[in-house]
């Protein structure tokens, strides 16, 4: 079946730090592929998603690369913030309408100033 | 702005009790989800709906049903809670060829 495997935490980083967290994926067909951020006591946001091979997706000086031969989804950032202290999700869907939405089990970063 | 509106923030059941979690989505999605998140645990899905009146088990459904009478409701249904599903709940609706939206979800007690 679908799945989404994710760099275990906790991470901690100071802040100005470069960040890499980690996401492969395993489906079938051509899944579109998405990382949430979820800050403490909210729900989950989405941060920025790529639909096809070697799209690049960004937002808040977040991206992520979709590498389809390494079936990989790597979240990077320059230089973090005590601000992006938060969890972070990797996920993938199918695009085939009716589906399921298969999340990684999660990464909790901690930036210290 | 779209959203996805979960009914409550904060609940305390007593154990035993019948408990109903609302979520209600305003974009015309037709796949809904609920989902339990616990500590280290990640997130577990317990049931989805991809139409009206259509619903499917997801991972962890036991304890647990839901309801889909229209299209922009979709519920939880505890028939008996128990200390065990003391948790966080997430709803999220999801469009095709669209990124999911999430409420901001319920903490649930039971004690």
């Known amino acids: 079946g679908d799945s989404v495997t994710q760099m275990e935490g906790p991470v901690t980083l100071s802040e100005e730090a470069f960040l890499t967290i980690n996401c492969t994926y395993t489906?079938?067909?051509?899944?579109?592929l998405f990382w949430y951020v979820q800050y403490p006591g909210e729900g989950l946001q989405l941060l920025l998603k790529?639909?096809?091979?070697?799209d690049k997706g960004s937002n808040k000086g977040f991206e992520a690369t979709y590498r389809k031969e390494t079936t990989s989804f790597h979240l990077e950032k320059g230089s973090v913030q005590v601000s992006d202290s938060a969890v972070y999700f990797c996920?993938?869907?199918?695009?085939?309408?009716?589906?399921?939405?298969?999340f990684g089990t999660g990464t909790r970063l901690t930036i210290i100033p | 702005d779209v959203k996805v509106t979960q009914s409550s923030r904060y609940l305390v059941k007593r154990t035993g009790e019948k408990v109903f979690l609302e979520c209600v989505q305003d974009?015309?999605?037709?796949?809904m989800f609920w989902y339990r998140q616990d500590p280290g645990l990640g997130l577990r899905l317990i049931y989805f709906?991809?139409?009206?009146?259509?619903?499917e088990k997801g991972d962890i459904p036991e304890g647990y049903s839901v309801s889909r009478e229209k299209k922009e409701r979709f519920s939880l249904i505890l028939e008996s809670a128990s200390t065990n599903q003391t948790s966080m709940y997430l709803c999220?609706?999801?469009?095709?060829?669209?990124?999911?939206?999430f409420g901001q979800g319920t903490r649930l007690t039971v004690v």
């Open positions: 996920a993938l869907t199918l695009n085939f309408g009716n589906e399921k939405l298969t």
């Open positions: 974009m015309d999605h037709e796949n």
């Open positions: 489906a079938t067909g051509y899944p579109s």
């Open positions: 709906s991809y139409d009206v009146k259509m619903k």
């Open positions: 790529a639909t096809k091979a070697d």
């Open positions: 999220a609706s999801l469009g095709a060829y669209t990124e999911a939206f």
